[in-house]
C-alpha cells in the first residue's frame, strides 16, 4: 500500500491509502515521487473551478521522481534515473497529432487532470511520458521543468528569434518561464504586471525593462521603449479581455500576439490593425517537444530557478499547502510539495 492526495470535490482533500502501482505493459516505469510543484490548474481543481478535470482526482502533473523498475521493453530509462514527467498522453493519429501538435489531441490526456497525476509516493507510466535528468541536480531544480516547457512553448508558438522585441504580459510562474526562455534566444524583453514585487523578481531574472500596469499605461510605455516600433512577439500570460485586447494595439508589423489564457469572456479586437500589419495570433496550450530543450538547458545550468520556489511542504502538510497558497498568493511563486 501506499499514500495518495486525492481531491473527491471542490475544497474536499483526503490522503488516501491505496495499491501500489504495478508494471501491466513492457513500457512501462515504476517511479517513485520526490518532488510535486503546485500549478494554478492544481488550484483550479481544487476550487471546482477546472472544467476539464473529472473527480475524484490525484492532482499534480509538475512532477520529479527517482526510477524504481522498468517493463522488459524500456530503454530510455533505467533504474536509478532521476526523471521528469511530460505529463500528456495522446493518440497519436488524430488530425492534430498527425500535424505534430499533439498537445491540443482530440483524445488528450493530461496526468493530473484527466488522469490521477503525481501527488502520490509512486506511480507508473510509459517510458515516452519519463525524460532521464543529469543526476548532480537537485530535485528543487528539475521539478521546475513541466512549467518551462509551457515558457518554451509560448516562445516557440511566438516564433521568438535573436534580437526580436518581446511584451510579456504577467510575471507570474508562467511568464517568468516565458522571460527566461525569450532571453535565451536573446530577445529584448519587457514585462508587465501589478505588483511592485513581481515586476521586481522579473527585473533579477533578466527582464530589460518592467511596467507597472497599474499606474502606467503600457501602451504608451512600450511605444516609448521600442521608438514607436512596437512589439514583435506579445505573450499573454494574464489572459483578461483587457490584456488580450492590448496585443494587436502595441504589436509592431508582421507581429505576433500569443495567447496562454482560458478565459470564455469576449474581447473587443479591431480588424484594422490585425490586416494593415499582417498580425499573427496563436494559441499556446501546454507543450509539445519542448521537454528535450529544456532538459539541455537544465543539464548545462542555463536555466536556474534563482528564487523561484518560495515554499516547500511536505506531502502529510499538503491540506495547509493548498490553505496557504489559496491565501497568500503575494507570498506564492512556486510552492512543492516534497516526498522524503
Request: hydrophobic fraction near 40%; charged fraction near 25%; include cysteine.
Amino acid at each position: 500500500m501506499m499514500q495518495a492526495v486525492q481531491v473527491r470535490k471542490a475544497y474536499d482533500v483526503v490522503i488516501n491509502e491505496v495499491e501500489m502501482p504495478k508494471i501491466n505493459q513492457e513500457n512501462e516505469v515504476l517511479v517513485k515521487t520526490k518532488r510535486v510543484g503546485i500549478c494554478g490548474s492544481d488550484m483550479h481543481i481544487y476550487h471546482g473551478t477546472n472544467p476539464l478535470a473529472t473527480y475524484p482526482r490525484v492532482i499534480g502533473h509538475e512532477v520529479a521522481g527517482e526510477v524504481i523498475e522498468v517493463g522488459p521493453s524500456v530503454t530510455s530509462v533505467k533504474v536509478g534515473d532521476h526523471v521528469v514527467v511530460e505529463p500528456i498522453n495522446y493518440c497519436g493519429t488524430c488530425y492534430a497529432c498527425r500535424k505534430g501538435r499533439p498537445n491540443v489531441c482530440e483524445n488528450l490526456s493530461v496526468f493530473g487532470v484527466h488522469e490521477d497525476g503525481g501527488m502520490r509516493e509512486f506511480f507508473v507510466l510509459p517510458e515516452n511520458q519519463l525524460h532521464a535528468v543529469d543526476k548532480t541536480l537537485e530535485w528543487d531544480e528539475i521539478v521546475l521543468a513541466e512549467p518551462y516547457t509551457i515558457g518554451a512553448q509560448a516562445v516557440w508558438r511566438g516564433d521568438v528569434e535573436e534580437g526580436d522585441t518581446v511584451l510579456i504580459q504577467g510575471c507570474g510562474p508562467i511568464g517568468i518561464c516565458a522571460l527566461k526562455i525569450a532571453k535565451l534566444k536573446g530577445a529584448y524583453v519587457i514585462m508587465t504586471d501589478l505588483k511592485k514585487e513581481r515586476l521586481a523578481f522579473a527585473l533579477e531574472n533578466g527582464a530589460d525593462k518592467v511596467i507597472n500596469a497599474s499606474d502606467e499605461s503600457v501602451e504608451k510605455k512600450v511605444m516609448e521603449y521600442t521608438n514607436n516600433k512596437g512589439i514583435n512577439v506579445v505573450i499573454d500570460a494574464v489572459c483578461l479581455p483587457s490584456t488580450f485586447e492590448l496585443g494587436p494595439k502595441v504589436a509592431s508589423p508582421a507581429g505576433t500576439i500569443v495567447c496562454l489564457g482560458f478565459d470564455e469572456r469576449p474581447s473587443q479586437i479591431s480588424q484594422l490593425p490585425i490586416t494593415k500589419k499582417e498580425l499573427t495570433i496563436v494559441g499556446s496550450r501546454l507543450q509539445t517537444n519542448q521537454f528535450e530543450k529544456v532538459i539541455s538547458l537544465l543539464n548545462d545550468r542555463l536555466l536556474q530557478s534563482n528564487g523561484f520556489i518560495t515554499q516547500k511542504f511536505s506531502f502529510s502538510e499538503i491540506k495547509y499547502a493548498l490553505k496557504f497558497i489559496e491565501e497568500n498568493p503575494e507570498r506564492v511563486r512556486k510552492a512543492l510539495i516534497t516526498f522524503e
